[in-house]
């Protein structure tokens, strides 16, 4: 069965600075999806960025980047320019790829941002 | 183009009473899940649907639980009776069900508070 681990509970950055969150995936297949959703105060999920397991180029969307090391099974977030709006609780999840998979979260990390 | 829409985005409600949660996924969207999030278990999957059929429920946590799918643009989770232990947010999202579309998008949430 694959495990998705977020080994930081809680994690802060300064306004405007870099801020890497980890991520660590086990699993047995070869061609997955994965993700970083942000879950604010309203509790609502909001994709933030997604990784095919397949394509070697790490995603980027604006400020959000992710560095993806299949061999390791590491995912991890930068979020650069920190804004106060960022402050959130981010997860890691799975999916394998055929469509009808569930999605697998990890645990959480809930990022404090300073001014 | 609107999100996954669920009602009601907050309940409360009496221990024994019959609660009902509605989801109506993404238009086009295949599959259909539903997930609860407490404090001490984090992000569950309770069940999911593919082309309205129950593929896994496992996560369903006893008989009081069940779900329902008569369509393609409505499912239900249905609670009865209630517990406290049941106070949590629920979630229902959607997903695609093509090549490339593996993204989850999730509703907003019902926030449950069982007494």
């Known amino acids: 069965a694959q495990t998705v681990t977020q080994s930081q509970p809680e994690m802060s950055v300064q306004e405007a600075e870099t801020v890497t969150l980890s991520c660590t995936y086990d699993?047995?297949?070869?061609?997955?999806?994965l993700f970083w959703y942000k879950q604010p105060p309203s509790r609502q999920m909001i994709l933030v960025i997604r990784q095919e397991a397949y394509k070697q180029q790490n995603a980027t969307e604006n400020r959000f980047s992710v560095n993806f090391q299949k061999a390791a099974k590491s995912f991890s977030l930068k979020i650069s320019d920190s804004q106060l709006g960022d402050a959130a609780m981010y997860f890691c999840?799975?999916?394998?790829?055929?469509?009808?998979?569930?999605?697998?979260f990890g645990q959480g990390t809930t990022l404090q941002v300073k001014p | 183009d609107a999100g996954v829409i669920q009602s009601p985005r907050h309940e409360v409600t009496e221990m024994g009473q019959e609660v009902t949660l509605r989801c109506k996924p993404i238009?086009?969207?295949?599959?259909l899940f539903w997930y609860r999030q407490t404090m001490m278990r984090g992000l569950e999957l309770l069940i999911y649907?593919?082309?309205?059929?129950?593929?896994?429920d496992s996560g369903m946590p006893e008989d009081r639980f069940s779900a329902k799918m008569p369509n393609a643009s409505f499912s239900t989770l249905k609670i009865q009776p209630s517990e406290p232990r049941d106070s949590a947010v629920y979630f229902c999202?959607?997903?695609?069900?093509?090549?490339?579309?593996?993204?989850?998008?999730f509703g907003e949430g019902s926030w449950l508070t069982v007494v």
């Open positions: 699993t047995s297949e070869s061609d997955y999806y």
């Open positions: 999840a799975y999916r394998s790829a055929g469509n009808t998979g569930k999605l697998i």
């Open positions: 999202a959607s997903s695609p069900d093509r090549v490339g579309g593996n993204t989850i998008y």
């Open positions: 649907f593919n082309n309205n059929v129950p593929i896994d």
């Open positions: 238009s086009g969207h295949n599959s």
